[in-house]
Structure formats: C-alpha cells, structure tokens
C-alpha cells in the first residue's frame, strides 16, 4: 500500500521514489512507497505542496564528570 498524506487543501498525495529523488503526486504510480525513509519527514509549503524534508538529529549535551 503506498504512503499517502493529505494537505490542509484536503487533496491527498501519494509519496514516490525515483532512486535518491522523492516525490509526491496525485496517483498511485511506478515507484511507489510504502512509508516515508528513515530521517525523513513530511512538510506541507505554503502553497500546500508536500515535500520530504531531512529530520535533524538531536545533539545531546555530553556528560560533565
């Protein structure tokens, strides 16, 4: 089943591969995924597109001995 997510317009996208490249669209294609990729997340522009956008990993402050 392909990853789907739908925008604040109410329009539902499904998300696609295309090797390093994502992107969304409207139908179910070729290259369909399943789940967004590891250290991805799904971000809605302001004019309601949909894109994958790299998740920042957290810096935890070392220990102090």
Same mark, same amino acid.
């Given at each position: 089943?392909?990853? =789907? $997510? =739908?925008?604040?317009? /109410?329009?539902?996208?499904?998300? $696609? =591969?295309? /090797? %390093?490249? *994502?992107? *969304?669209? %409207?139908?179910? %294609?070729? /290259?369909?995924?399943? +789940?967004?990729?590891?250290?991805? @997340?799904?971000?809605?522009?302001?004019?309601?597109?949909?894109?994958? %956008?790299?998740? @920042?990993?957290?810096?935890?402050?070392? +220990?102090? =001995?």
């Amino acid at each position: 089943m392909a990853y =789907s $997510h =739908s925008n604040s317009k /109410g329009t539902t996208y499904y998300l $696609h =591969s295309n /090797g %390093k490249m *994502f992107y *969304f669209s %409207k139908e179910i %294609k070729e /290259g369909a995924l399943d +789940a967004v990729p590891d250290g991805y @997340q799904v971000v809605e522009m302001k004019t309601g597109m949909l894109v994958l %956008k790299r998740t @920042q990993p957290s810096t935890a402050a070392p +220990a102090e =001995s």
